[in-house]
Nanobody, 121 residues
Framework: QVQLVESGGGLVQAGGSLRLSCAAS????????MGWYRQAPGKQRELVAT???????NYSDSVKGRFTISGDNALNTVYLQMNSLKPEDTAVYYC???????????????WGQGTQVTVSS
């Protein structure tokens, strides 16, 4: 059993900052990559940022330069520092992990329950 627990969402004014955290726990052998995705009402879930166990990062164009993804060495905990927030950043933010459990022969994708981020204008 693997759990991803997000925290840090909330309400902030435009131009403000928030820091999201995602903690992975359970029967985890190794984590290949972690990521943040978001889904706004009426829209599809979209990639925000990812980080690999080698430290490589990737960002969507809409957040590049404003958001920073980071994590500990084993990626058991990842963070998303969000600065210069805009109303269009309002969404439910989901943590995603691509990992091997102790009984997995191939890596498996896992999702957290999501945390709401609301940016007021």
């Amino acid at each position: 059993q693997v759990q991803l627990v997000e925290s840090g969402g909330g309400l902030v004014q435009a131009g403000g900052s928030l820091r999201l955290s995602c903690a992975a726990s359970g029967s985890i052998f190794s984590i290949n990559a972690m990521g943040w995705y978001r889904q706004a009402p009426g829209k599809q879930r979209e990639l925000v940022a990812t980080i690999t166990n080698g430290g490589s990062t990737n960002y969507s164009d809409s957040v590049k330069g404003r958001f920073t993804i980071s994590g500990d060495n084993a990626l058991n905990t990842v963070y998303l520092q969000m600065n210069s927030l805009k109303p269009e950043d309002t969404a439910v933010y989901y943590c995603n992990a691509d990992l091997f459990g102790y009984s997995d022969y191939i890596s498996v994708n896992h999702w957290g329950q999501g945390t709401q981020v609301t940016v007021s204008s």
